[in-house]
């Protein structure tokens, strides 16, 4: 069964960091390209960054650029999204996402909440 699971949100303090782990299962990522998305309360889901199937291109969204780095472990089935210097407006909820066998794939989301 294919699924991704989020995890490692929560609340952290204006200029702080949080990494998120997207753990995949059912598929492995060597063949997948991985993004990461965010949704804020009454806004459209945003495009946060991707990881191409080989690992060797990431692009990030303009808000985020010089900020949060994605990585992935090949043998813990994990992508990860490092985001430092956070602000409030990288408040909503993160999602990762893959088109998994022609399949467009969500896992659950995990909140962050960047306030003091």
């Known amino acids: 069964q294919v699924q991704l699971v989020e995890s490692g949100g929560g609340l952290v303090?204006?200029?702080?960091s949080l990494r998120l782990s997207c753990e995949v299962?059912?598929?492995t990522l060597d063949y997948y390209a991985i993004g990461w998305f965010r949704q804020a309360p009454g806004k459209e889901r945003e495009a946060v960054s991707c990881?191409?199937?080989d690992g060797s291109l990431t692009r990030y969204g303009d808000s985020v650029k010089g900020r949060f780095?994605?990585?992935?472990?090949?043998a813990k089935n994990t992508v990860y999204l490092q985001m430092d210097s956070l602000?409030?407006?990288d408040t909503a909820v993160?999602?990762?996402n893959g088109r998994i066998r022609m399949r467009d794939t969500?896992?659950?989301g995990t909140q962050v909440t960047?306030?003091?």
């Open 13 to 16: 303090q204006p200029g702080g």
């Open 25 to 27: 299962s059912g598929f």
């Open 51 to 53: 990881i191409s199937s």
């Open 69 to 74: 780095t994605i990585s992935r472990d090949i």
């Open 87 to 89: 602000k409030p407006e």
């Open 94 to 96: 993160y999602y990762c």
């Open 106 to 108: 969500w896992g659950q």
């Open 114 to 116: 960047v306030s003091s």
